[in-house]
């Protein structure tokens, strides 16, 4: 098992990058939170996990554990491969996926590309109670008590939604601002989103 990986980056594609370790090119699939992190001739450091099927040995890196551990949920639950795990990762904050997660937000996860209902119930119903409520805060952001403030929270993102921004570009800036401070009413949330979602 390749549990980290670590060396200077020798190119970023679209859905990867490719770090040099021992004179050796490992291609890793990343999300777009890990890539953004990574700079051409720069040494990265990334969790990884290796997935290895009859017709490919895939590997998978992340530049915090947490987001590996996220990825271990979503990948333990059946048919969530690799691939769909990272595209939920991709699709959204880490924090949001979470708190989609553990409180069951169908909607939220079926409107990522490639998740449909069934498989949105499946990944909240299995994993609604396993995911550590620390995961729902943002990595590298300021902890806040998870079900805190959820009505503010909640009423925030009416709001914001019926004023026609998209669902997961909401839940990605709310999240952002309550891991900032997360004793925001709903009028601060919303008057703060405004200022970030134009």
Not at 34 to 55: C, K, N, P, S
Request: proline share 4%; hydrophobic share 45%.
């Amino acid at each position: 098992m390749i549990a980290l990986l670590e060396g200077p980056v020798r190119d970023l594609r679209e859905n990867s990058a490719v770090v040099m370790a021992g004179g050796v090119g490992y291609e890793v699939l990343c999300p777009r939170t890990t890539l953004d992190t990574l700079v051409i001739g720069e040494t990265a450091t990334l969790h990884t996990r290796l997935q290895v099927r009859e017709d490919a040995w895939t590997l998978f890196g992340f530049h915090h554990p947490d987001l590996g551990l996220l990825f271990d949920h979503l990948t333990s639950v059946s048919g969530v491969g690799g691939k769909l795990a990272l595209a939920l990762l991709s699709a959204m904050p880490s924090a949001v996926l979470a708190h989609g997660l553990i409180g069951g937000d169908i909607g939220l996860l079926s409107s990522v590309s490639g998740v449909g209902k069934k498989t949105a119930e499946r990944l909240t119903l299995e994993l609604r109670n396993k995911i550590p409520p620390r995961l729902a805060n943002e990595v590298g952001a300021k902890p806040r008590p998870v079900g805190l403030n959820t009505s503010a929270e909640r009423d925030a993102v009416d709001a914001l939604l019926a004023l026609g921004y998209r669902e997961l570009q909401v839940r990605a800036v709310v999240a952002e601002l309550l891991g900032e401070n997360h004793e925001l009413t709903a009028d601060q949330i919303i008057r703060k989103s405004l200022g970030r979602l134009r």
